[in-house]
């Protein structure tokens, strides 16, 4: 199974910029659907963003604009660009290599898949 370890996470202040990182090791990221998740203390993870193997990208409405998934070449680091950050950005953020988007009458969410590779998390804290 493939191991994911995230980094680039860090404290920035309100406008501020970050760039998230989840490499792969023991593998590659194979699967139809690669996400970015989020939990903050105290609330439900949430799914950011996701990254299918034809391109298409699905973003939660929440970073819609602001956050870019991407997926190098490679496909050993999926990467998360995080421009004009807000405090209540500020969550554990996990990578995860199985994933879905869920259209529930028209509402889409990133969705983790059962049995998914997730990694440690990487902490973003936006200050005000």
């Known amino acids: 199974q493939v191991q994911l370890v995230e980094s680039g996470g860090g404290s920035v202040q309100s406008g501020g910029s970050l760039r998230l990182s989840c490499a792969a090791s023991g593998g590659t990221f194979s699967s139809y659907c690669m996400g970015w998740f989020r939990q903050a203390p105290g609330k439900e993870r949430e799914g950011v963003a996701a990254?299918?193997?034809?391109?298409?990208?699905t973003y939660a409405d929440s970073v819609k604009g602001r956050f870019t998934i991407s997926l190098d070449n490679a496909k050993t680091t999926l990467y998360l660009q995080m421009n004009s950050l807000k405090p209540e950005d500020t969550a554990m953020y996990y990578c995860?290599?199985?994933?879905?988007?869920?259209?529930?009458?028209?509402?889409?969410?990133?969705?983790?898949?059962?049995?998914?590779?997730w990694g440690q998390g990487t902490q973003v804290t936006v200050s005000s």
């Open positions: 990254i299918e193997s034809n391109g298409r990208t």
């Open positions: 995860a290599d199985d994933c879905w988007v869920r259209d529930l009458r028209g509402v889409i969410t990133v969705q983790p898949l059962v049995g998914a590779s």
